[in-house]
């Protein structure tokens, strides 16, 4: 598995594994703790893997959380996603910064994205199943949503949106969020 710092967002990475493939498909490892030790990351400190499935269009996020946040693991594991990091730490030297990525199920490669650091996706196949694997229990309270056709952020979602939670269509804009945050 080989580890690439994303330049873009001071302490993220792509992990992209190594398909062993024949007339049946492919295999390949998706998390390795020692790929993550050896950019200086805790394998032991992730305690909860969740999936969720999109159709062509969905965008879910820009997702954060509140307090002391969360760092995740993020991978394609079937289909194609537009995946969008957004670093929100003011002691970032990346601070504001947005990186694009194309995951998708035929690569598997995984992004770890640092506590602080929003977080979105828009599903570009017909079905997308997005793999998660986080740092600490989820508590909804924590919860914050930035929205995600701000334009100071000027993300380029490939696809015109066909569905949003309630809670995305409800997101504060980007100045809004860091004036009620304080920086």
Same mark, same amino acid.
């Given at each position: ?22 007339? +049946?498909?492919?295999?390949? +490892?998706?998390? @390795? ?6 950019? $200086?990351? @805790?394998? #032991? ?32 594991? /079937? $289909? ?8 929100? +730490?003011?002691?970032?030297?990346? /601070? ?15 992004? /770890? ?10 599903? !570009? ?9 986080? @740092? ?6 924590? @919860? ?19 569905? !949003? ?13 860091? #004036? +009620?945050?304080?920086?």
């Amino acid at each position: 598995m080989k580890a690439t710092e994303v330049p873009e967002i001071a302490g993220a990475f792509l992990f992209e594994p190594t398909p062993y493939a024949d007339e +049946r498909g492919f295999f390949c +490892r998706t998390f @390795d703790a020692d790929a993550i030790r050896a950019v $200086g990351l @805790d394998p #032991n400190a992730f305690v909860q893997d969740s999936v969720s499935r999109s159709v062509r269009g969905v965008l879910r996020g820009l997702h954060l959380r509140s307090g002391a946040g969360e760092a995740k693991l993020v991978r394609c594991s /079937y $289909g194609k996603i537009f995946d969008v990091v957004v670093d929100l +730490r003011p002691d970032s030297p990346t /601070y504001l910064a947005v990186a694009f990525f194309e995951l998708s199920g035929e690569t598997q490669t995984t992004v /770890y994205i640092p506590a602080g650091c929003a977080h979105g996706f828009q599903a !570009l196949t017909g079905t997308a199943d997005t793999s998660y694997r986080i @740092d600490r229990p989820h508590d909804p309270a924590e @919860d914050v949503t930035i929205a995600h056709d701000d334009p100071e952020l000027a993300i380029p979602w490939p696809l015109p949106v066909t569905s !949003l939670s309630r809670r995305d269509r409800k997101a504060t804009g980007l100045a809004e969020y860091l #004036n +009620r945050r304080g920086k």
